[in-house]
């Protein structure tokens, strides 16, 4: 499919049949694991808290990237958290009318390891995906040395709803 059919089926399919075109469903939200919401709205701007890779509830990987898990690897567990971050965006608005703003990656990092940006990739190309030009956003990735229960990844979400 060319990125002009892309952008065009991306325009006329709600966000759910976008992503079950891509073999993707949005999971109910993830509950919390501490104080704090997983999405909280201020006009038409949403903000995710950090998601991370759960699927059904449980951590799809634990541990560092460079250190027992890839890039690549990695980089399917960013797109596991957009998941989870577009299932608490979606508690505050349409899918269907939100635009991408920022993304924000955070990718625990084994020593020496510096491909945070081809992780966060993972979470960016799933949105231009789902979104086309809705998806086209600002983002940082940002390399840590820990977070939350071991996850090798976390992503946050800033949309904007029409």
Request: aromatic share 4%.
């Amino acid at each position: 499919m060319t990125t002009t059919t892309q952008q065009a089926s991306t325009e006329h399919a709600s966000t759910r049949e976008r992503l079950a075109e891509l073999g993707f469903e949005l999971p109910a939200g993830a509950a919390p694991v501490a104080s704090y919401v997983p999405a909280v709205r201020a006009g038409s701007i949403v903000y995710t808290s950090g998601q991370l890779p759960a699927e059904n509830g449980v951590l799809a990987a634990t541990g560092k990237v460079g250190d027992g898990i890839t890039a690549d690897q990695a980089a399917g567990l960013a797109a596991t958290c957009v998941l989870n971050a577009l299932a608490a965006a979606g508690t505050q608005g349409d899918l269907d009318s939100a635009r991408i703003l920022k993304v924000v990656g955070f990718v625990a990092s084994a020593p020496g390891f510096s491909g945070q940006p081809a992780v966060v990739n993972g979470a960016s190309e799933l949105l231009l995906q789902v979104f086309g030009e809705r998806g086209q956003h600002a983002r940082s990735a940002v390399g840590v040395a820990e977070l939350p229960l071991d996850a090798p990844v976390e992503v946050e979400l800033v949309l904007e709803f029409s």
